[in-house]
């Protein structure tokens, strides 16, 4: 019994050892974090320290002491919402009046798709998804200001431009396969694991006018994201990554609603159809 729990005692440890740390500042671009950690790199080598420990200890000193915020992985995505976010410091997001969203960029999906022999996803798949996002994001913005439905109508206003890019998609064959990849552990009716995979996207938020950045995102996320625990969720080849859309839409929602001191109410929750 005392080897058992000595193990256990290791284990927890050896977990708490190997979490990995994310380094926030959100008004910090990927160029600037980059550089940012280089020269913290720089430090740490140039010491006398040989214990990986004191070694990340150093490192994480250095990024505390250029502003950032040290925290775990699943605590950041908590902090800011996409594992990377970077907002203007300079940006009035009080200013605006509207917001314009383009239409998805797909071409990167497509391209990949192209290269996957035997692809059941067709162009056309693809395309319906793009319509999808942009409703999602177009619901889910207008809770904290107007979306305009096209350029003209920003004639007159301070307008936010927002551009979206579907970069990654996960794809469930035809039938079973399908319906894994909606259910999987989640279904009421016992089924085997199902399949795994990633979504990804990136934003941009312009100026409409001047063209000048106010934020960008970027997220890469399992495709259980979103999925309901509780509750039953209609069936779709397609569920897992609506859900998505609805998690990135909320977050990209709450954070606008922030920075406009805004109060802004989760649209997500249990999911039942």
Known sequence: MKNIY?????????????TKMSYVNTAKTSEEISNDEAACNAVV??????????????????????????????????????NELWVNP?????????????????SLVKLKN???????????????????????????????????????????????YLSLKLNKIYQANVGLGAA???????SPVPLPGGPEGTFSFEGIILDSSSKEKLITISDKVKSDKNSSLVGFEKFSHW?????????????LAALLAKERGEKYKSQLGIKIF
Not at 144 to 154: A, L, Q, R, T, Y
Not at 241 to 248: E, P, T, V
């Open 6 to 18: 000595c193990l256990l005692l290791l284990v927890m440890v050896l977990s708490g050892c190997a």
């Open 114 to 160: 192209s290269n996957i022999a035997d692809t059941k996803v067709t162009d056309e798949d693809i395309n319906n998804l793009g319509v999808e996002m942009l409703r999602r994001f177009s619901r889910a913005l207008s809770i904290v200001m107007p979306v305009i439905p096209d350029k003209e109508g920003s004639a007159g206003k301070k307008v936010l």
């Open 90 to 106: 300079g940006a009035d997001f009080k200013a605006y009046e509207a917001i314009f969203i383009d239409r998805v960029d797909l």
């Open 180 to 186: 894994l990849g909606v259910a999987g552990h989640f």
């Open 239 to 251: 569920q897992k990554a609506y859900n998505i859309m609805d998690y990135w839409a909320d977050h």
């Open 45 to 82: 080598d140039a010491s006398d320290f040989n214990d990986p420990d004191l070694k990340q200890k150093k490192f994480n000193q250095c990024m505390k002491d250029k502003g950032y915020n040290v925290v775990s992985e699943d605590e950041a995505d908590k902090i800011q919402g996409f």
